[in-house]
C-alpha cells in the first residue's frame, strides 16, 4: 500500500498542452508539497499546502496552479506546456508525530514537453 | 532562511572503499536534517535524519552521519561501499515552519 502515490509515472505531452498530475497520502499527514527536480538532479520546492491552505507558494509560473480538495490529495495542474517545464515532478507529505517524524516522497512524475 | 550545500558533486570510489559525502547549513534557528538517496529514474529514500539526542545517527544499508553543530555540518559515511551503493545522495534541512530545502546532490559511483 504505497504512502505517497503519483499519477502518472510518466507524461510526454506536446508544448501548449495543457495537462495535471495527481498525488495522494494515506499517512494522515496535514502537509503536502510540490517538488521540481531539474535535469541536473536540483530539487526545488514549488508550493506547500496544510490542511488544504496554500502555505508555501515559491516563484513559480501562473501556469502552474495546485489544487488540494482535501488533506490526503494535492494535485498540480499546468496550463500551456513549455520545453522547460520538462522536469521530474515529486509530490511528498510531512508528518510530525515523534514515531516517524520527516517527509515521504512519491516514485516522482517524469513530465516530457516535445 | 536556511541552505545546504554539498561539497562534491561527484564522488567516485572503489568497491569496499570507505566513503564520506559531506555536507554544510545554514541556518538562523535550530534544525532537523535528512540524507535521502536516489537510485537512477526512482524515487527519494530516507536513509536517515538527525532531529536531537545523540549526534551519531545510523541509517538503513550500513550508512551513518554525524551532527556538528559547531561546524554546521552533517556529513554522511559509510565503511565499506558497494556497487548497489551508486546513486545520487541529497542532504536536506528544515528549519522552522515546514520547508524541506535540498542540497545539490552528490553522485557516488563505486567501481569494481
Redesign the interface.
Known amino acids: 500500500d504505497t504512502a505517497v502515490s503519483q499519477t502518472p509515472k510518466y507524461l510526454v505531452t506536446q508544448m501548449g498542452n495543457d495537462k495535471s498530475i495527481k498525488c495522494e497520502q494515506n499517512l494522515g499527514h496535514d502537509t503536502m508539497y510540490w517538488y521540481k527536480q531539474d535535469s541536473k538532479k536540483f530539487l526545488k520546492i514549488m508550493f506547500s499546502y496544510n490542511n488544504k491552505e496554500l502555505i508555501i507558494n515559491e516563484t513559480v509560473p501562473n501556469r502552474f496552479s495546485p489544487k488540494s480538495p482535501d488533506k490526503a490529495h494535492l494535485n498540480l495542474h499546468i496550463n500551456s506546456l513549455e520545453l522547460g517545464d520538462s522536469a521530474v515532478y515529486f509530490c511528498a507529505s510531512f508528518g510530525a508525530d515523534q514515531a516517524n517524524y520527516g517527509y515521504t516522497f512519491g516514485s516522482g512524475t517524469r513530465l516530457t514537453v516535445v | 532562511a536556511q541552505s545546504v550545500t554539498q561539497l562534491d558533486s561527484q564522488v567516485p570510489v572503489f568497491e569496499e572503499a570507505p566513503v564520506e559525502l559531506r555536507c554544510n547549513y545554514s541556518s538562523s534557528v535550530s534544525v532537523?536534517l535528512?540524507w535521502?538517496v536516489?537510485y537512477p529514474n526512482?524515487?527519494?529514500q530516507?536513509l536517515l535524519?538527525y532531529?536531537s539526542g545523540s549526534t551519531l545517527v545510523k541509517g538503513i544499508n550500513g550508512f551513518e552521519a554525524e551532527f556538528n553543530k559547531s561546524q554546521t555540518s552533517f556529513h554522511l559515511r559509510k565503511p565499506s561501499v558497494h556497487i548497489s551503493d551508486t546513486a545520487?545522495y541529497?542532504c536536506a534541512v528544515k528549519g522552522s515552519g515546514?520547508?524541506?530545502?535540498?542540497g545539490?546532490?552528490t553522485?557516488l559511483t563505486v567501481n569494481p
Open positions: 532537523y535528512f535521502y536516489q526512482q524515487g527519494l530516507l535524519k532531529l545520487e541529497f515546514s520547508r524541506l530545502t535540498f545539490e546532490g553522485q
